[in-house]
């Protein structure tokens, strides 16, 4: 069964690091763009990050130069390094792979309805 899990969320406190891990099995990561997104309590699901399969990287400007995206695709596993993480990271965060570009609507313009696969989300919590 093809699935994406990702694992790493937890608590941590503001100006901390976590690194999250999306996996997939049943099937090959590497010719998929794979986006990261979060969903904060009452609020809608938001793009966080992407790379594309060639391995150019989108960021969100609320986390850009604080979180890193990278793939490795001998794992068959995409990673979000984030650092100096604010209460305001406190969310659900989901990956997802789709075989169109991150430029596509997939990504940026909230089109959830068609993407390839999800993930079932890791809780990551900032907070004191």
């Known amino acids: 069964q093809a699935q994406l899990v990702e694992s790493g969320g937890g608590l941590v406190q503001p100006g901390g690091s976590l690194r999250l891990s999306c996996a997939a099995s049943?099937?090959?990561?590497?010719?998929?763009?794979v986006a990261w997104f979060r969903q904060a309590p009452g609020k809608g699901r938001k793009g966080v990050s992407c790379?594309?399969?060639?391995?150019?990287?989108l960021y969100d400007g609320g986390v850009k130069g604080r979180f890193t995206i990278s793939r490795d695709n001998s794992e068959n596993t995409v990673y979000l390094q984030m650092s100096n993480l604010k209460p305001e990271d406190t969310a659900v965060y989901y990956c997802?792979?789709?075989?169109?570009?991150?430029?596509?609507?997939?990504?940026?313009?909230?089109?959830?309805?068609?993407?390839?696969?999800w993930g079932k989300g890791t809780q990551v919590t900032v907070s004191s």
């Open positions: 997802a792979a789709d075989v169109f570009s991150c430029d596509g609507s997939w990504y940026t313009g909230g089109n959830f309805a068609g993407i390839d696969y």
């Open positions: 790379i594309g399969s060639s391995g150019n990287t």
């Open positions: 049943g099937f090959i990561l590497d010719s998929y763009s």
